[in-house]
T-cell receptor, first 114, second 118 residues
Framework: AQKITQTQPGMFVQEKEAVTLDCTYDTSDQSYGLFWYKQPSSGEMIFLIYQGSYDEQNATEGRYSLNFQKARKSANLVISASQLGDSAMYFC???????????FGAGTRLAVHP | NAGVMQNPRHLVRRRGQEARLRCSPMKGHSHVYWYRQLPEEGLKFMVYLQKENIIDESGMPKERFSAEFPKEGPSILRIQQVVRGDSAAYFCASSPPLIRGLTSYEQYFGPGTRLTVT
């Protein structure tokens, strides 16, 4: 089974609106971390937000928040007040305890329209 | 505080040549990771190193690929006898040592090296 599934190959949103990017994961570990990265057209990988499996609160970083539903094994990224500069690929990733490697999903391409 | 540095940013090699990709981690980071991104795909883990040690190479192809992180100097990913299928973006990431009790730590990525094999 895929460790990380991102079911939306492409999404578009109107500027200033909110958008949710889906991510589901598969692990039998109790202890793990979930990450979101942004990859603009220039190619670099930019860390956005992190959620630990034991964190009781949903993570937030500025306009980014993570809708963490542990029982459903989902970790959706919510971007509020979208900006044109948010247009990019977005990758969800998991790191399981004891393994220091990130396992990435296939990504979602977000286009923000003016 | 400089971020993760990778060079070269772009590398063109003919089939059969060797490619050497270099990565200098962030200051204070002792863990280095290499990932490969094929066109239109997500990143795939290749290898995880600490100084002078390969900790996890489960994602490395069995042949032609090797990695090192010497006591002094950058980490090197070496690809011998490159083939067209090696064309990809190769990303290096680094992280500090884990603090006891933390599940994991975010990895900081370099800008990547785009390898083109002609």
């Amino acid at each position: 089974a895929q460790k990380i599934t991102q079911t939306q190959p492409g999404m578009f949103v109107q500027e200033k609106e909110a958008v949710t990017l889906d991510c589901t994961y598969d692990t039998s570990d109790q202890s793990y971390g979930l990450f979101w990265y942004k990859q603009p057209s220039s190619g670099e990988m930019i860390f956005l937000i992190y959620q630990g499996s034991y964190d009781e609160q949903n993570a937030t970083e500025g306009r980014y928040s993570l809708n963490f539903q542990k029982a459903r094994k989902s970790a959706n990224l919510v971007i509020s007040a979208s900006q044109l500069g948010d247009s990019a690929m977005y990758f969800c990733a998991i790191m399981e305890s004891g393994y220091n490697k990130l396992i990435f999903g296939a990504g979602t391409r977000l286009a923000v329209h003016p | 505080n400089a971020g993760v540095m990778q060079n070269p940013r772009h590398l063109v090699r003919r089939r059969g040549q060797e490619a050497r990709l270099r990565c200098s981690p962030m200051k204070g980071h002792s863990h280095v990771y290499w990932y490969r991104q094929l066109p239109e795909e997500g990143l795939k883990f290749m290898v995880y190193l600490q100084k002078e040690n390969i900790i996890d190479e489960s994602g490395m192809p069995k042949e032609r690929f090797s990695a090192e992180f010497p006591k002094e100097g950058p980490s090197i990913l070496r690809i011998q006898q490159v083939v067209r299928g090696d064309s990809a973006a190769y990303f290096c990431a680094s992280s500090p040592p884990l603090i006891r009790g933390l599940t994991s730590y975010e990895q900081y990525f370099g800008p990547g090296t785009r390898l083109t094999v002609t």
